[in-house]
């Protein structure tokens, strides 16, 4: 299979986890283009007999880190909404008790934010996340503990952070 197929093969994933992280789904794609660019570019850097799933995803990752990086120097806010219409809240308890899930998870740290999509859209092996994520399998598995515990107890709450009641059917 030619290294070119390989990455189109590859295209679906690196845009689901970029959508994940990024939370604007226009900067999600340019997040793709840009990792999809570098790829072709630095092409003699891949090892051929290796699978190029992890080379990309680690390369989307440190793409992700470098943008937000910039981002804070140039004292940029990126907001998914900016200039768009607020819907109104839905009054469906399932459509709240996801929104309720995706609030707590964008509270939660970076590094762990990032471990957890990785493992929860890819479903990689720890090995190959921790290779994506440029970490220790140890350190992996410590930040994916740390982010569900984050979760639960974020979830568990009665209240909310505004002091509204919580939705109990989310676990």
């Known amino acids: 299979m030619s290294f070119e197929r390989r990455i189109c093969d ?37 090892m051929p007999g290796r699978s190029v799933r992890p080379w ?14 910039s981002a804070r120097r140039r004292r940029e806010t990126l907001t998914p909404d900016a200039g768009l219409e607020r819907p109104q809240e839905a009054r469906q308890e399932p459509f709240l008790a996801c929104h309720e899930a995706m609030e707590a998870m964008r509270a939660l740290p970076r590094e762990q934010r990032a471990a957890l999509l990785l493992m929860v859209l890819e479903s990689p092996g720890y090995a190959e996340a921790a290779r994506i994520l440029g970490i220790k399998v140890g350190t992996l598995r410590s930040r994916l503990s740390r982010a569900r515990e984050t979760l639960r107890q974020a979830l568990d709450s009665p209240t909310r952070d505004d002091g509204r009641p919580r939705l109990r059917s989310v676990k």
């Open 10 to 46: 590859q295209i679906p994933h690196l845009q689901r986890y970029a959508r994940a992280l990024c939370d604007n789904p226009g900067q999600a794609e340019d997040l793709v283009q840009d990792c999809l660019e570098r790829a072709l570019r630095k092409r003699h850097l891949w």
């Open 56 to 69: 990309l995803f680690r390369m989307l990752y440190r793409l992700y880190l470098n943008d937000r990086a």
